[in-house]
Nanobody
Framework: QVQLVESGGGLVQAGDSLKLSCAAS????????MGWFRQTPGLEREFVAA????????IYADSVEGRFTAARDNDKDTVYLQMQSLKPEDTAVYYC??????????????????????WGQGTRVTVSS
């Protein structure tokens, strides 16, 4: 059973930056696409970003394109989400997830939460105006 542990959430002001981390207990970590999703109470979980196993390719939701950057360190089995120019509407619980099926990063596939097998417990990000 793979464990994913997120950290780095917190309370920030609009315009601030924050970096989330997600550590995985998976020796084949570099083989898998990692995704970031977020959920606001009362709403469905939404896709934020995904990164290929090598880290060389990324995809983003339109709402965060240009502000958020996904990265990974395969030596540390860790994926990151650097968030800049945060807005109050970015307030949510952020989850990292691991896709163990399709290894080639594909926007239509990896933007769907149903294709991710393992999930972290989430880390809360609150952006005040």
């Amino acid at each position: 059973q793979v464990q994913l542990v997120e950290s780095g959430g917190g309370l920030v002001q609009a315009g601030d930056s924050l970096k989330l981390s997600c550590a995985a207990s998976e020796s084949a970590f570099s083989s898998y696409v990692m995704g970031w999703f977020r959920q606001t109470p009362g709403l469905e979980r939404e896709f934020v970003a995904a990164i290929s196993g090598s880290g060389g390719r990324t995809i983003y939701a339109d709402s965060v394109e240009g502000r958020f950057t996904a990265a990974r360190d395969n030596d540390k089995d860790t994926v990151y989400l650097q968030m800049q120019s945060l807005k109050p509407e970015d307030t949510a619980v952020y989850y990292c997830a691991m896709c163990t099926t399709l290894q080639y990063l594909t926007a239509s596939y990896h933007s769907s939460e149903g294709h991710y097998r393992y999930w972290g417990q989430g880390t809360r990000v609150t952006v005040s105006s």
